[in-house]
């Protein structure tokens, strides 16, 4: 339920609601909104899509994910972007990773990765 609350396409959410309560979803590449949200001190954890796939393909910029003040997870990768994982592309290294879809072949399964030290 918890990933679930994190899309932003509310057919897929709304069925299920109450999901995972506190969420909130910025305009893709609006780097000065995500950059106030995280400075307000309220924010646990940023999920980003460095390449967001459905409805176009659409790439965020270096800056839009460089300037992020806080840990960043990724939901590309298994190879789609030319990189085993997205976030590689962008010199970018996570704490923690979550991966599904392309797993288990629209199956329903997903994996999170984290570092040790997570």
């Known amino acids: 339920m918890g990933a679930l609350a994190l899309t932003s396409k509310e057919h897929y959410r709304i069925p299920f609601e109450p999901v995972m309560p506190g969420v909130h979803f910025l305009e893709y590449g609006d780097t000065q909104a995500s950059v106030n949200l995280i400075r307000s001190g309220k924010i646990a954890a940023v999920f980003v899509e460095p390449i967001q796939g459905e409805g176009g393909i659409y790439n965020a910029t270096m800056q839009f994910l460089s300037r992020r003040k806080c840990t960043l997870s990724v939901q590309c990768g298994l190879g789609r972007t030319g990189y085993l994982w997205a976030h590689e592309a962008y010199g970018i290294y996570l704490d923690i ?16 990765l984290v570092k040790k030290m997570v």
Do not use: E, R
């Not at 990773?97 to 999170?112: C, D, E, Q, R, Y």
């Open 97 to 112: 990773m979550t991966l599904a879809k392309p797993l288990a072949g629209g199956l329903p399964i997903g994996a999170v």
